[in-house]
């Protein structure tokens, strides 16, 4: 995922709910940075 | 006496401007939304700060009943772009109407998530399970689905 505006994005309270589950902690993704998700292979 | 009280009361809501109409009426917008206020006659001034775009105090004076120093005139050439989340406040003026030249508040608050205009998936890995070693065609199909 890749913040593409000009200011910082605040992730927390953020979930994926269909395909994938997840809730993003509390996380600022400042401008232009990307980030990956993966899934852990050793759960 | 019925029909006297609907036209008595057709003629107090004839004595009333009505409030100018907000596009969209609010709640959570992607940014970059334009805002469209529509009005029968007049003039539409609105704020984009919550406050009231018509000077006001009950016990009249001077200044009551002015455009709010805060208050912006629309015109349809200057759109107003939502870039973040606020309140809009609009009232109808026209000064012809010499008894109440302004019309009720009309209020819309909007909602704007950077995340929406901002946050992009930007590419999606799958990696499938490893096809069974002993079955050759299974392997074939697996490597045409990827």
């Known amino acids: 995922m890749k913040n ?40 | 006496m019925r029909q006297w009280l609907l036209d008595r009361a057709a003629w107090i809501d004839a004595q009333f401007m009505r409030p100018p109409q907000i596009t969209p009426s609010g709640g959570p917008v992607p940014s970059g939304t334009t805002v469209t206020l529509t009005s029968g006659s007049g003039e539409v001034y609105y704020t984009l700060d919550g406050t009231d775009p018509r000077v006001w105090s009950p016990a009249g004076g001077r200044a009551s009943g002015d455009v709010s ?15 973040q ?48 070693p002993c079955d ?5 199909a697996y490597e045409y689905v990827r």
């Open chain 2, 69 to 83: 120093p805060s208050a912006i005139r629309y015109s349809p050439g200057l759109p107003i772009v939502l870039q």
């Open chain 2, 136 to 140: 050759a065609i299974a392997q074939e």
């Open chain 1, 4 to 43: 593409i505006g000009t200011g910082p994005i605040h992730v927390g309270g953020l979930r994926f709910t269909e395909g994938i589950r997840f809730a993003f902690p509390d996380l600022e993704l400042a401008a232009g940075v990307y980030l990956i998700l993966a899934k852990d292979p050793t759960p």
């Open chain 2, 85 to 132: 989340s606020l309140v809009l406040k609009a009232r109808t003026l026209d000064r012809r109407n010499t008894y109440n030249p302004w019309s009720g508040l009309a209020k819309a608050s909007y909602r704007v998530d950077a995340w929406q205009s901002s946050l992009r998936i930007t590419e999606l890995m799958y990696h499938p399970v490893d096809p069974d």
